[in-house]
């Protein structure tokens, strides 16, 4: 039914009027506004906490640097002490300074070995004999524990297999 202008149309009736038409109403509109509000204040507090999380990290990062970079200067301090003590004229100072004196050819003394072989040996040749692999394992334990001996056994060697 249509109402007509000296009629007021009953709430129910507006309603669908304005469902039909596609209108919103005020509590709607409202509710939708609040949603959109609420969600960029939500989007707001998250972007400002990485922010805040990120500047914490890049001061941190900063601070470490700065530390490094002091290590660093440490460590040319001492590579250039090490340099100055290593000098030959300073080592034949302090040589002197503890007693040593040059040697001479008179001073050096030979050290005789009996049967101390004078040529390298020939070099051996490697047995050409092929080992045969061993037999497959044959149950699933089996081949668990010889996974496990191996490892051990390489592990002992100071082998790793790192891939």
């Given at each position: 039914?249509?109402?007509?202008?000296?009629?007021?149309?009953?709430?129910?009736?507006?309603?669908e009027m304005a469902r039909r038409l596609g209108l919103l109403t005020q509590a709607?509109?409202?509710?939708?506004?609040?949603?959109?509000i609420i969600l960029g204040a939500l989007l707001g507090?998250?972007?400002?906490?990485?922010?805040?999380?990120?500047?914490?990290?890049?001061?941190?990062?900063?601070?470490?640097?700065?530390?490094?970079?002091e290590v660093k200067r440490q460590n040319a301090e001492l590579e250039r002490l090490v340099a100055e003590a290593q000098v030959l004229e300073r080592l034949d100072e302090e040589a002197r300074r503890l007693g040593f004196v040059p040697?001479?050819?008179?001073?050096?003394?030979?050290?005789?070995i009996p049967n101390y072989p004078t040529?390298?040996?020939?070099?051996r040749e490697e047995p050409t004999s092929v080992?045969?692999?061993p037999a497959p394992p044959e149950t699933m334990w089996?081949?668990?524990?010889?996974a496990i001996r191996d490892m051990g056994i390489d592990l002992t060697r100071g082998e790793a297999n790192d891939q």
């Open positions: 039914m249509m109402a007509t202008p000296e009629e007021k149309p009953r709430p129910r009736q507006a309603r709607q509109a409202a509710a939708g506004w609040g949603v959109i507090a998250i972007y400002l906490n990485q922010t805040s999380k990120i500047a914490t990290i890049g001061r941190r990062v900063q601070r470490e640097q700065a530390t490094l970079d040697s001479t050819p008179a001073d050096i003394d030979y050290v005789v040529e390298p040996l020939p070099e080992e045969e692999p089996e081949a668990v524990s010889l």
